[in-house]
DNA sequence: GTGAAAGCGCTAACAC
DNA sequence: GTGTTAGCGCTTTCAC
């Protein structure tokens, strides 16, 4: 059996609150008296009970991450970047999957998935919007990612359109006038999340050149993964609208589209730049090596990991919720690294 | 505040002992009993509070996975078939990374790391069979992956030899013969982990086929990262030994290798074919789709999940440790779906 | 079928 | 500086 403060207590011959002082640093332990605690501590193995330790502060050091897929490259590394957080508190971070299903992202925000839990990190793949009153919810909670705005909790995000306005311009600058918008359906440019604010992002850098808007340049899918991507991209080369860039809403739909083309030999980044967003370890990898966008990622993981903690820290005088915003770069690596061999004016 | 039991008990009008027996679906509660108790625990919205349950009961329902790093891949889909196995038993699952860090390994397993777990699942990715005793704690644990065997608890473990016996035999089958090995160094063989069981196979399934074994061929790194193995691959080249196809001990290694060969012009399948190892998904969206062994992930997961549940139910009675092997299956794909053009005898 | 009450291990207010 | 003690919310034994 685990030895108890109780045990401790009596092999170093004082009294429970006295151990407690020593565990907890507090002062008024006599030197003396703190290395014989401290020795019976080793002696014991002791550790402490944090489910007792949880029922009387009311804390269980834990916080709850929910994502839709922790296979998912993106969320894999935001969950790093959050357990390396959360490690540098002292903090254990549970991992729940949604599956981006409506039905398990209320059964995460009703607190019925995650209990020994301070706090919820979450990152919506299902509620939008109108969903938002959802968010009032009786536990500390940080929300991550662009499908809600201005809910009643602490929120982090990157700036999507800005970020996608200078992916755009990145493309432009190498040359490239037809660039395909892969990622959403152009019917479609309304609905929540990432994916419309990258389509502003788009248009806007657009505009800004000059170049006008080509709904035949903007395919869906509207599941991001690999398969769909490829998929979309076949049925923009079988379109026969003409395109030198494609511009990903992420990497994954990114390697996608490279997978088509080069089964159709347009060479990449000769024929058709790419670059694509989140900037996930596999841009590095693919061939060509892909351009993307850098969100910040470690950084929104700290500042949600921060704001967490101190909403769980704060008692009853609780601040307005705030929005964090973070720096974005614009990594170039092969597949932009080459200017348009010929100009194609749409 | 949250309600708590005792709310439930006065606003139903029983005792908290009859609310207790509704929550637990004991029998021995009248219908028209139970019906006020579930209607007061939804009025209320109750929710037990796990940290006085596990104080109570020695559970907390959750149990740990430490794994090196949730960014790679092969951890990331262990982790998500972890968690989905645990979801199905109503544990949640709190993740560890040790980045395969000694210190970490035994911060873990002293149970400092992860306390509110009633049990772990460990794959460690530094200890090694010299480490066997430290495996006895207090607590369950099940071992995942290769890095120690006999052990004194339950291990869930891929049939390495085996399966890496039949990925080289499928090289052969396509009339490879000069079959370089990625992923350790000649010298380096008899170490501990998969890498040296997954040797262990290339060579026996070489001997069957009576194939010579050339050092030559075999080449680290013994970091398994794109960037190590595409440089392991350029040197491999460069050395001018004559090979036609790539055992890979893992499909991080098989996505450098692609890198190194299209740099170099070579052409995958027709020159070189590549088997990789694990069945991640990268290898169906590589250029071109890797050909891997799919090592039964879910079932590992699965198996280990419930070892561990069971374990953590038994009580003193505890039986001796055991062993479980999941079944692998060769999945071809287009990087070894192409005979040799001509057989290169060494 | 239901209730009363002890106690899991810890924290912290209070006493000395 | 150190000790005593109440009580966090729950489970469970035992009594009725």
Redesign the interface.
Do not use: C, K
């Given at each position: 059996m685990?030895a108890t403060l109780r045990d401790v207590a009596r092999l170093a011959e004082v009294s429970i609150k006295t151990v407690s002082n020593v565990i907890h640093d507090h002062p008024n332990v006599r030197d003396e008296t703190r290395a014989r605690v401290q020795s019976a501590i080793e002696e014991l193995d002791y550790?402490?009970?944090?489910?007792?330790r949880?029922?009387r502060s009311g804390r269980?050091?834990?916080i709850g991450l929910a994502i839709p897929?922790?296979?998912e490259?993106y969320f894999?590394?935001l969950?790093?970047a959050v357990?390396?957080a959360a490690d540098l508190h002292g903090v254990?971070?549970?991992?729940?999957?949604t599956n981006g299903l409506r039905e398990a992202e209320l059964d995460v925000l009703s607190?019925?998935r995650?209990?020994?839990t301070d706090g919820l990190l979450f990152s919506p793949a299902s509620l939008g919007q109108d969903d938002r009153d959802l968010l009032n919810v009786?536990f500390p909670l940080v929300l991550l990612g662009e499908r809600m705005f201005d809910g009643p909790t602490d929120h982090v995000t990157m700036l999507n359109i800005e970020a996608a306005t200078a992916a755009v311009e990145h493309l432009i600058s190498r040359g490239r006038r037809r660039i395909a918008l892969l990622g959403v359906d152009a019917e479609r440019l309304d609905e929540a999340g990432s994916a419309n604010l990258r389509a502003a992002g788009y248009q806007l850098a657009l505009q800004q050149a000059g170049i006008a808007y080509d709904p035949a340049l903007v395919v869906g899918p509207a599941h991001w993964d690999?398969d769909d991507a490829?998929e979309a991209t076949r049925a923009l080369i079988r379109s026969g609208a003409p395109f030198d860039a494609v511009f990903a809403m992420n990497d994954t739909l990114a390697?996608?589209a490279?997978?088509a083309l080069?089964e159709a030999r347009f060479r990449v980044p000769e024929d058709i730049a790419i670059i694509g967003f989140d900037d996930i370890?596999?841009t590095?990898?693919?061939?060509p090596s892909l351009s993307s966008v850098d969100p910040g990622r470690s950084q929104i993981a700290r500042l949600a990991v921060e704001r967490l903690l101190h909403r769980i820290e704060e008692k009853n005088d609780r601040q307005p919720p705030q929005r964090f915003t973070t720096d974005f770069t614009i990594v170039a690596r092969e597949s932009t690294d080459h200017p348009a061999e010929r100009s194609v004016d749409g």
């Open positions: 685990a550790q402490p009970n944090m489910s007792a949880g029922l269980t050091g834990a897929s922790i296979r490259n894999a590394e969950a790093d357990i390396e254990s971070v549970l991992v729940s999957q607190g019925r995650l209990r020994l009786r690999h490829a390697v996608g490279l997978r080069a370890e596999a590095r990898f693919s061939i």
